[in-house]
């Protein structure tokens, strides 16, 4: 066996926490994500830098949040100077691997990786145009198209994660035959599978499998009978005032039946470490970048900083390292994650990392920690999603306590402990005045909206002539799965 440990990174696309039985859900059918968490440590309070893919899965390589890197939009870049948990690993002396989604924009589309197979499904570069989904066009972004043109078909999405999944099994075939022969290297594989991300699309048969099972959206729109101003804005210019119920429904239905899908591949994944006697010394990780209201609140996508789209699961397995069948409550970010991986490898320290090991939380319920931990959600007014309003907002999670600030607009004050669905917003409450003081001026401690508006301003310019220079010189993408508008179909 090797001394040092192996690692096996699972991470998914829009994965709501809350759509998953170890988790609480009664309807889902996620049995392997379920034993995982059987095996190891499940966090009950793990968040994501930023409600968007780009900054968020950025910032979870870096241990850097947004704001710190400048990437905050789905078309930015994260510059290839910015040392990644991957770049750590491989100066350790490992060979990370990885297959499947990344997302990042840009030349660079390794970011510490070593190998890299399978690729994304759009290109790398701004200003061109993005892969065409057939009948399914618009449904993988916030558009009100995504919730209508829902059910029962296949998605190109589906199609690339089963391609991500053959591959990654092949991998560990290769690595089991490799150790089984005497080599004793540990490896590190990252396998990014796009599901359970819009279109709310499944097959005939997943789909049928939960019809009749999945229940409405529970919680009401808006905090006690009153909206935010600004969630008021963006659910009309999306679109999603009113939906009707069939739609709804259908749409929810569609995404249970992604995530039980997601769940199986991530079986056969976890199947192939064990049956190649790979997992006694493999530290095993499953998280998402972001969640998905998926209806609740009347909402949909992500976006905002409700927990339905701001926390994530977050399951680790390590046997013998780390207990089994144990909880934690610690309030932890994927920045978090990307130290801890770190450490748990016997890696270098990323320089400018922000985020902290909770590898002795993992290990230790009692450890001592720090309750706290930041998102933040920042664009201009010019990717389609962002409905044409410039946005500069940012979370504090501190104890018991949510503080969302919205830049121009009133804030919201959340207590968890007595409020955990988030529908009492105090945030105009004169009573909790000296907390929302409190909490405003820890989190705009570091963090100036002002800054950051120049600052996306100035990193506009560019993104606009290299956008230019793209669509004039049409470049070519590396790491790319090539779609066809003819993978995806509709059947409802």
Known sequence: ??????????????????????????????????????EGVTFDAAYCPSPICVPSRMSMLTARHPSAQDCWTNDDFLVSDRATWPHALGAAGYRPILIGRLHAMGPDQLHGYAEREIGDHSPNWGGIARHDMGVLNETNDPHRTSVIRSGSGESVYEVKDRDVTRAAVACLDRLGAARKSGDEQPFALTVGFMLPHPPYVATKADYARFAGKVKPARLPRGSMGQEHPWLAWWRN?????????????????????LTYRLDAM?????????????AENTLIVYSTDHGDQIGERGLWWKHTFYEESVRVPLIMSWPGQIPQGERRRQVVNLVD????????????????????????VARDANAPWRDETFSEYCTDEVPVWTGGMAVRQRMLRSGDWKLIYYHGYRPQLFNLAADP????????????????????????????????????????????????????????????????????????
């Not at 991530?266 to 790979?278: C, K, M, T």
């Not at 105009?428 to 909490?439: E, F, S, Y």
């Not at 100035?458 to 779609?483: C, E």
Request: with cysteine; glycine share 6%.
């Open 1 to 38: 066996m090797s001394k040092r440990p192996n690692l096996l990174f699972l991470f998914s696309d829009q994965h709501a926490f809350h759509v998953t039985g170890c988790y609480g859900d009664k309807i889902v059918e996620t049995p392997n994500l379920d034993r995982l968490a059987g």
């Open 237 to 257: 210019n999306r679109g999603i005032d009113e939906v009707p119920a069939d739609d709804a429904m259908r749409a929810r239905i569609a995404y249970y039946a």
């Open 266 to 278: 991530i079986g056969e994944v976890l199947a192939a470490l064990q049956r190649n006697s790979l």
């Open 337 to 360: 994650l990307a130290a801890t991986m770190v450490e748990a490898l016997g890696a270098p320290a990323l320089p400018h990392a922000q985020g902290r090991s909770f590898l002795n």
């Open 421 to 492: 669905d988030e529908l009492r917003d105090l945030g105009d409450d004169p009573a909790h005045a000296a907390i929302r003081a409190q909490l405003l001026e820890r989190l705009l401690a570091d963090w100036s909206p002002d800054a950051i508006d120049a600052r996306m301003k100035q990193r506009r310019r560019d993104k606009d002539l290299i956008g230019a220079w793209a669509r004039g010189t049409k470049p070519a993408s590396s790491f790319i799965w090539q779609t066809r508008p003819d993978q995806n179909r509709l059947d409802t």
